[in-house]
């Protein structure tokens, strides 16, 4: 079963957009039948060629080498934003009446031996984002 409409959910980070884009790839491949993801930044910087590989490699299909600053239309856009860390949280405009927010924060990678366990974890929370929307459809 599926809702009749598809969650839009936005994953944002502050200055390493790595997180936001794992985050945003995995739920559009796992949640198909709940919900649509997008990722942003805020002070976006670009991912290191050495960054981007690793992330490619994770099997989430070829990646953009960095994100596009947070804007009006991404917030008009969004049901639920989530931020992926502290500063992103602090930094978030104000928000549209009906966008709720969740904060899960993760370290940026440090190296590419960081980034399975940081997908791991992004891969867990996402499952439960859908397993509450599942329950509730």
Not at 7 to 29: E, H, M, P, Q
Not at 63 to 72: I, K, R, S, T, V
Request: charged content about 15%; hydrophobic content about 45%.
């Amino acid at each position: 079963m599926v809702y009749k409409r598809k969650a839009k959910v936005l994953f944002v980070g502050y200055g390493d957009t790595s997180r936001a884009l794992i985050a945003a790839a995995i739920a559009n491949d796992s949640g198909q039948g709940y919900m649509l993801a997008r990722a942003a930044g805020l002070q976006p910087e670009p991912l290191t060629p050495e960054l981007l590989h690793g992330l490619n490699s994770l099997g989430l299909g070829a990646l953009q080498p960095g994100l596009e600053p947070l804007d009006a239309s991404d917030l008009a856009w969004a049901d639920l934003l989530v931020t992926l860390d502290a500063a992103a949280t602090h930094a978030c405009p104000l928000l549209p009446a009906w966008v709720q927010t969740r904060c899960y924060p993760y370290a940026p990678p440090e190296n590419l031996e960081s980034l399975r366990p940081l997908f791991d974890a992004l891969q867990q929370r996402v499952a439960g984002m859908l397993g509450g929307m599942a329950m509730i459809a």
